[in-house]
């Protein structure tokens, strides 16, 4: 390792970083633009809130946000990281570049006027959105939404590299050309979808795969992503069954989500929310699998006939796919007494004809 390499660092034997001390992977980015002369600023400056443009905070795109905690905050402590604004022709107005929360907030508690700083005098856009950009990463965050709305953003001054490598780490996301492609098809649904995402129920995966749907087919899946609490794991597999039946029968995705037994699903009232996504979860692989979903029914109804669904404590599972030999025997014990009984009525079970019949190959 060169002299180079080890500049910076603190010593290896002082794992106390020193004041003032950022790992270079961890530095902002430099705000100067290229062919400007651009200062931050480092005057504060107090801004009647009267004068500040709330409205059209472009910038700042929090999705509903919670002001309850920063509004206690500001009233226990007051402001520590003043907002950010933009002055407007002519001087007398301000637009928000980063910190509408906070304003809000001040204006909440009945505050006349907020600590500001103020962008140099002629800052260019792409300086505004690094500023929000850079300010909210080591803050608060952001959303999906906000993520897939700053990409579609940054690409408005750089190219698709230079976003991924450079700007992907300050939304919190990995400098992967597919998660911005993705973040990209994102940027493009519909307002509804953009919602389900900044509450945080959509996955950028489903999101990406939704953006491959025609507005049919999105309608027509909004009632299912919309009403039941899935997953990601269970997004895609919604989606890409849907998308496999889509394929294999020659229609479309809203076709299939049309179908009477999966908007039953929906609508079941007897159901658990729970109860109503492995319903349709079900449902939906008996139409993918048929074959093998009447096997998996057929098993487990043989099963229920010759007692062994009668305790939870033991669970017989059929080889994977129903093909192999292997048969899987899954036992829940507490000590040697209850593994002993329990032993002793698999024992008696598997004694039966029927089940030498139901694990004959």
């Known amino acids: 390792m060169g002299e180079g390499a080890l500049a910076g660092r603190p010593h290896r034997l002082d794992r106390r970083p020193r004041l003032g001390y950022i790992h270079p992977r961890r530095r902002p980015p430099n705000l100067a633009v290229p062919g ?74 009945g505050w006349q006027e907020i600590t500001v700083r103020l962008t140099p005098e002629g800052a260019p856009d792409f300086y505004c959105l690094l500023v929000h950009l850079i300010d909210n990463a080591f803050t608060r965050g952001f959303n999906l939404r906000e993520q897939a709305a700053l990409v579609a953003r940054l690409l408005s001054h750089c190219d698709r590299e230079t976003v991924a490598a450079r700007y992907l780490p300050y939304l919190g996301l990995p400098p992967s050309q597919a998660i911005l492609e993705r973040l990209i098809k994102t940027a493009g649904l519909e307002t509804p979808w953009q919602q389900l995402a900044a509450s945080g129920r959509l996955a950028l995966t489903a999101a990406a795969r939704l953006a491959d749907w025609d507005p049919e087919a999105r309608a027509a899946a909004w009632p299912f992503l919309d009403s039941l609490r899935l997953s990601q794991s269970k997004q895609e597999e919604l989606l890409d069954q849907v998308a496999l039946l889509a394929r294999r029968e020659g229609i479309s995705p809203a076709a299939v989500l049309a179908r009477d037994e999966l908007r039953r699903a929906l609508t079941d009232s007897d159901r658990t929310p729970q109860e109503r996504v492995e ?35 033991f669970r017989l599972h059929p080889p994977a796919v129903f093909e192999g030999p292997d048969f899987n025997l899954e036992i829940k014990f507490r000590n040697a007494l209850e593994l002993q009984e329990l032993l002793g009525e698999i024992n008696r079970l598997t004694r039966q004809e029927d089940f030498a019949d139901l694990t004959r190959g």
């Open 279 to 313: 319903a349709l979860r079900r449902r939906l692989y008996a139409q993918v699998y048929p074959r093998l979903s009447a096997a998996r029914v057929a098993f487990e109804t043989a099963l229920a006939r010759l007692g062994w669904k009668r305790t939870p404590r």
């Open 36 to 109: 400007r002369n651009v200062t931050i600023p480092n005057r504060l400056q107090e801004v009647p809130l009267a004068q500040i443009d709330l409205a059209e905070t472009a910038l700042e795109m929090a999705a509903a946000p919670a002001l309850d905690r920063l509004a206690a905050s500001l009233r226990e402590v007051g402001l520590i990281n003043p907002p950010w604004l933009r002055p407007q022709p002519g001087g007398q107005r301000f637009q928000v570049v980063t910190g509408a929360r906070r304003i809000k907030a001040a204006a909440d508690l």
